[in-house]
T-cell receptor
Framework: GQSLEQPSEVTAVEGAIVQINCTYQ??????LSWYQQHDGGAPTFLSY????GLEETGRFSSFLSRSDSYGYLLLQELQMKDSASYFC?????????FGKGTTLSVSS | GAVVSQHPSRVICKSGTSVKIECRSL??????MFWYRQFPKKSLMLMAT?????????EQGVEKDKFLINHASLTLSTLTVTSAHPEDSSFYIC????????????FGPGTRLLVL
């Protein structure tokens, strides 16, 4: 079977740093992506890791360890607008398989 | 950036009718398009993968006769929910992938279907 595990909820305050972990078990792996989805909206692409290591894009960074089947999304200098659901997704070669999502709530 | 549109954005229909949802890539050629279904507060569930000019590949548990997918061109895929029932009410999202860009999928804004 294919499975991706990530925490269901995370809460933090403005200005803080949050790390959302994702472990995966899939048949086929080309890379790990992260998507953000606000209530009622479509997912938007945040980052992609195909190789081990850290990718940084502004306030967001994503990390991958293929040997551990593990990755994380790091959000820095949190803002209220970062309150959303965050999904990790594995690219299996033919499709994206999504995790169940992590709801991030940022308070002032 | 790449833009994917979906139409309609919202539809309410009577039980037993069929509903067609269109997904278009506006500024790139989408060799592969994907259809997802999402329940409130839940993850995106892949329903099927469609490649231009060929039959769609359905995920296990998805009825191909219920959810008809056509990928007629490099910029258009359609999902038809046939003989819709209330349990088909959901948020349907399409995504498109550019040729040679396997790592990035661009999502449409989604279609909210309510079957009465």
């Amino acid at each position: 079977g294919q499975s991706l595990e990530q925490p269901s909820e995370v809460t933090a305050v403005e200005g803080a740093i949050v790390q959302i972990n994702c472990t995966y078990q899939t048949s086929g792996f080309y890379g790990l992506s992260w998507y953000q989805q606000h209530d009622g909206g479509a997912p938007t692409f945040l980052s992609y890791n195909a190789l081990d290591g850290l990718e940084e894009t502004g306030r967001f960074s994503s990390f991958l360890s293929r040997s551990d089947s593990y990755g994380y999304l790091l959000l820095q200098e949190l803002q209220m607008k970062d309150s959303a659901s965050y999904f990790c997704a594995v690219i299996t070669g033919t499709a994206l398989i999504f995790g169940k999502g992590t709801t991030l709530s940022v308070s002032s | 950036g790449a833009v994917v549109s979906q139409h309609p954005s919202r539809v309410i229909c009577k039980s037993g009718t069929s509903v067609k949802i269109e997904c278009r890539s506006l500024d790139f050629q989408a060799t592969t398009m994907f259809w997802y279904r999402q329940f409130p507060k839940k993850s995106l569930m892949l329903m099927a993968t469609s490649n231009e000019g060929s039959k769609a590949t359905y995920e296990q548990g998805v009825e191909k006769d219920k959810f008809l997918i056509n990928h007629a061109s490099l910029t258009l895929s359609t999902l038809t929910v046939t003989s819709a029932h209330p349990e088909d009410s959901s948020f349907y999202i399409c995504s498109a992938r550019e040729r040679g860009r396997a790592e990035t999928q661009y999502f449409g804004p989604g279609t909210r279907l309510l079957v009465l």
